[in-house]
């Protein structure tokens, strides 16, 4: 089993910063790809950055300069490091990843999600 921890969310004001993280643990052989996501109340969860094993990176329009998706490989955790927030980002944010459990077995995981809070 795998289980993905995110941590790093919270209130914070227009304008300011925050670091998300989400650790994946259990059994994994490599990690395919990790994204984060974002849902409000009554809306479809989003895709908001992702980023592959091998580092290529992707972002919705929305947060384009402002946000930063990395990886660690050996800890197997993504981080968003988010940037110039605005009202708009307010979301619960969560973790996926597509894990490698062996050469032909990938699984996708989602963390429990993390309040993010932008206040004005």
């Known amino acids: 089993q795998v289980q993905l921890v995110e941590s790093g969310g919270g209130l914070v004001q227009a304008g300011g910063s925050l670091r998300l993280s989400c650790a994946a643990s259990?059994?994994?052989?490599?990690?395919?790809?990790m994204g984060w996501y974002r849902q409000v109340p009554g809306k479809q969860r989003d895709m908001v950055a992702s980023?592959?094993?091998?580092?290529?990176?992707h972002y919705v329009d929305s947060v384009k300069g402002r946000f930063t998706i990395s990886m660690d490989n050996a800890k197997n955790t993504v981080y968003l490091q988010m940037n110039s927030l605005k009202l708009e980002d307010t979301a619960v944010y969560y973790c996926?990843?597509?894990?490698?459990?062996?050469?032909?077995?990938?699984?996708?995981?989602w963390g429990q999600g993390t309040q993010v809070t932008v206040s004005s």
């Open positions: 259990g059994t994994i052989s490599s990690i395919d790809y």
């Open positions: 980023i592959t094993g091998s580092g290529t990176t």
């Open positions: 996926n990843a597509a894990v490698r459990r062996g050469p032909f077995t990938v699984i996708n995981y």
